[in-house]
């Protein structure tokens, strides 16, 4: 999960992107980076953290241009704490290329075989945003006429890139002389629109990872870009679309209503604050068939996805809702923290109970999911501490008992709770009363009950079903024997790093 932005306007862009960025930093506190384009040059800055420490007021002034993308990136292949894998990657050849990607590529080894053996490309880094950036570069080099592009060359060399590319990618890039270039992978896994803005000096666009970035920019929604489509804006501001993939297959990844996604967005024409809702009235006839109603004195919400979800279930079943932790908003998000031993630390740094809402009470507690079950122990006994007599838990999602492979970090079977566990296996291990989950057919209910054409979902966490027909037992293991093997790093390890501010001279159109 990273966040993604490409805009081609009429005023400089460092600004909207920064703000764009801002808006997304939810997707990904890795690390950020933006690139913008003057003439013939990229100038590009990236660097680890959070958006607000990444940039200052000398690399805004540094990042001159009316076009640019920008990044925020939440580590998923690769090494969390290596700074060279902070995006948007650039290579000079052909043309010139800064690509920013969110999602993952399962064939990322393979193709870096090919890049060295056949396409004569060297990876640097053990990004597999890198891998697809020379694939994109070598596709196009074999489409161009010569040294020049085209639209029909560059849509071209985007279906190249679904040939040869499985997983999960959605993808902004800038070609040098050229134009602006987005495109989704043929499952549409990952989340990608684009809106427009209308000024006197012609047409701005805006693609991005969540409808909630236009909102905030002041751009008007068009729609999702589709499954396996490109959209490519060229300097004239000429918008340019066209379907690549063969067969492409509408299956966006379920866990972004669940938990990814901010409430606000609307993604693939679902509204993601209606789904979790939904999610909630549904759990809330998983609740009444498991525990007693009349056992159950208030509905808590796990600040903050779950918010929508107990506030529907707590109505649903006539029972208060009441908020009893309070969260402290200048810790991350402890799902993306690397490590156990950090994610420990935060919980009781991110939340605080209210007292009066637990003292002497029975309360049910509401998350969206349980991956680790690390965070859920944790406020089961802060519960318990502030006063409840018991504590019941339900999940707005199912047990995540598979690894994800498409750009969610929870590859490691051993490090999911639901894992070779029972129901009643898991509430003991959380310590609560009583667990409820809900159901994966009620889970993609909530979905297609907005949208009832939207029938098929990337939803392998949950039923180990990988929708591009690729992973197998030998992937699974090969991905957690890479992940084990990597050397811990401490966290004062970090007090080094440093950003990064490039200026590329480019040749508009072609090659020295």
Same mark, same amino acid.
């Given at each position: ?8 306007? =009429? ?21 950020? #980076? ?42 998923? @292949? ?46 640097? =880094? ?74 006197? !000096? ?14 905030t920019l002041g ?51 679902? *509204?993601?604050?209606? !789904? ?92 969206? *999911?349980?991956?680790? #079950? ?57 310590? !609560? ?34 929708? =591009? ?14 992940? #084990?093997?990597? @050397? ?18 480019l040749a508009a159109g072609g090659?020295?």
């Amino acid at each position: 999960m990273c966040g993604i932005l490409g805009v081609m306007a =009429t005023t400089p862009v460092n600004q909207l992107l920064y703000d764009g960025l801002m808006v997304l930093q939810h997707r990904g506190q890795d690390a950020a #980076g933006i690139a913008t384009a003057e003439g013939n040059t990229f100038h590009l800055h990236k660097g680890p953290g959070l958006v607000r420490d990444v940039f200052r007021t000398r690399n805004m002034r540094a990042l001159p241009g009316n076009w640019g993308i920008g990044h925020v990136r939440y580590p998923t @292949a690769g090494s969390a704490y290596n700074f060279a894998e902070a995006q948007p990657f650039y290579v000079n050849s052909p043309f010139g290329i800064v690509l920013g990607h969110n999602g993952n590529l399962t064939n990322a080894e393979q193709l870096k075989g090919e890049m060295f053996r056949l396409d004569r490309r060297h990876i640097n =880094t053990n990004s597999d945003s890198e891998v697809l950036l020379n694939v994109l570069a070598h596709e196009l080099q074999s489409a161009a006429h010569g040294y020049e592009l085209d639209v029909d060359s560059i849509f071209q060399a985007v279906a190249g890139v679904h040939r040869r590319c499985r997983g999960a990618y959605a993808v902004v890039a800038l070609i040098a002389g050229y134009g602006l270039l987005a495109f989704r992978d043929p499952y549409g896994i990952r989340p990608l629109v684009y809106g427009q803005n209308e000024t006197e !000096a012609g047409t701005e666009y805006l693609v991005a990872s969540e409808s909630v970035a236009l909102d905030t920019l002041g751009f008007k929604m068009v729609r999702d870009i589709e499954p396996g489509e490109a959209v490519f804006i060229d300097l004239n501001h000429q918008f340019h679309s066209r379907q690549c993939a063969q067969q492409p297959t509408y299956a966006p990844c379920i866990f972004e209503y669940v938990y990814l996604a901010r409430p606000d967005s609307v993604i693939d024409g679902v *509204s993601v604050y209606e !789904a979790r809702l939904a999610m909630g009235e549904l759990l809330a006839e998983k609740v009444r068939k498991n525990i007693p109603v009349d056992e159950i004195d208030v509905v808590i919400p796990i600040p903050d996805s779950s918010r929508p979800s107990a506030m529907q279930l707590a109505q649903t079943l006539g029972i208060p809702f009441r908020e009893g932790f309070v969260k402290n908003r200048y810790v991350g998000r402890t799902f993306i923290m690397p490590g156990q031993s950090m994610r420990r630390k935060s919980v009781r740094q991110k939340l605080n109970t209210v007292g009066q809402e637990f003292r002497g009470k029975r309360v049910l507690l509401v998350d969206d *999911s349980i991956v680790r #079950g690390t965070t859920s122990r944790e406020i089961v006994e802060m519960a318990r501490a502030a006063g409840a007599i018991k504590v019941y838990f339900a999940s707005a999602a199912p047990p995540v008992r598979f690894p994800n492979v498409y750009g969610i970090d929870m590859p490691t079977r051993a490090e999911l709770i639901a894992t070779g566990r029972t129901d009643a296996g898991i509430a003991a291990e959380i310590g !609560a009363d009583a667990l409820v989950y809900q159901d994966i057919d009620a889970l993609k209910q909530s979905v297609t009950t907005i949208r009832s054409d939207l029938t098929v979902f990337e939803a392998s966490c949950f039923d180990g079903c990988y929708i =591009t027909g690729d992973i197998d037992e030998y992937y699974l293991d090969a991905v957690e024997g890479n992940r #084990g093997g990597k @050397a811990a790093k401490s966290d004062e390890d970090g007090d080094g790093k440093a950003s990064q501010q490039l200026v590329l001279g480019l040749a508009a159109g072609g090659q020295d």
